[in-house]
């Protein structure tokens, strides 16, 4: 089974080809991406509009970018799998609409995904595929969460931000720092240069006793330690940026180390674009090593929103038999969707 994924959620285009065999795990074919960071960089953020009309523009070439190094054509995709939500609006009815008309001319099936569970799934496109049952820490742009995952559909939720989200620390602390779009690898570039411990910084609720984050009082700190900084600020922003990933990721580990303990299993998944940084990835590495802890992350080109994972997703679903794509090609989008509420369907 030949299943093509486009994912459109907010500021990048991404189209794949996978392919489903039996109950093996499935393969990747193709895939191709449009980032539009160069866009939005005039204006410090995603501006939704723009993005809904670039992905317009860029969803069929890639498409046809895909079947090209495939070796395929339309005909031969057998499922068209979209990014159904969360996510901008806009931008998601760019997506789903492309899917469906697509679908309704070849008269072949499509399926809608949640986002989130493409990236949390998207470590089974790796050359060290996990299995199940792991921990996973999802860490991608506005969500943080840990879910117990035993199989495709059945996550339970452990914990997950009440405010800010990781990736928005990283980001919102990047402007404070007057580090431009995007925030949180310009961060982590700046933060190699610095010492890490040179700022005493909050890790909040670090020892809540519970599995939830909570960053905004982070942000909050880097704002007042700048500002206390005045004219000294830009020879002490590398040594701020190192201090303030230290205090994001330390609680990233050790919340991570919390619900291993808890459920007491022996594999961790860490998936998002957050999941990109050297700093989080060494530690987790470090610290899972000592307890004998298998980690696995996906690739690095593969951790930022992409259409491998959507189409990945799409396949697993179906190989388990948690889904079954249709014909009815009325789409509807959910820019709010909680990963929980999948509940095995």
């Not at 991608?140 to 035993?150: I, N």
């Amino acid at each position: 089974m030949l299943i093509l994924g486009i994912e459109s959620s907010c500021d990048e285009t991404g189209v794949a080809l996978v392919q489903s065999a039996g109950s093996g795990v499935p393969l990747l074919r193709a895939h191709a991406l449009h980032s539009q960071i160069e866009m939005h960089q005039a204006y410090g953020g995603v501006v939704p509009e723009l993005a809904s009309r670039d992905h317009i523009r860029r969803v069929l070439p890639l498409t046809r970018a895909v079947l090209e190094q495939s070796g395929s054509t339309l005909p031969d995709v057998d499922v068209v799998a979209y990014t159904r939500g969360p996510g901008l609006a806009g931008a998601l009815l760019v997506g789903s609409g492309v899917a469906c008309a697509l679908g309704a001319a070849l008269n072949k099936p499509v399926l809608g995904i949640h986002h989130l569970e493409g990236h949390l799934l998207s470590p089974f496109l790796s050359a060290d595929p996990p299995q199940f049952p792991f921990v996973a820490l999802l860490v991608s742009g506005g969500h943080t969460q840990l879910m117990r995952v035993d199989g495709v559909g059945r996550y339970t939720l452990l914990g997950e931000s009440i405010d800010d989200a990781a990736g928005e620390a990283f980001d919102k602390s990047a402007k404070l720092l007057g580090l431009g779009y995007p925030g949180g690898p310009a961060l982590a570039r700046l933060a190699e240069q610095g010492n890490p411990v040179a700022f005493k910084l909050p890790r909040p609720l670090l020892h809540s006793g519970n599995l939830d984050f909570s960053f905004s009082g982070l942000k909050t700190a880097v704002l007042t330690q700048a500002k206390k900084l005045g004219d000294e600020l830009d020879a002490r922003k590398a040594d701020l940026a190192a201090s303030t990933q230290a205090a994001i990721v330390e609680v990233l580990v050790k919340k991570s180390l919390s619900a291993l303990n808890q459920t007491g299993l022996q594999r961790l998944v860490v998936a998002g674009g957050v999941g990109a940084n050297r700093s989080l990835r060494e530690q987790l590495n470090a610290a899972c090593g000592q307890r004998r802890v298998r980690v696995h992350y996906p690739e690095l080109d593969l951790c930022t929103d992409n259409g491998a994972m959507i189409a990945m997703a799409a396949a697993m679903r179906l190989q388990a038999g948690v889904e079954q794509s249709h014909r009815n090609y009325a789409f509807d989008v959910k820019p709010r969707w909680p990963l929980q509420s999948l509940d095995g369907h």
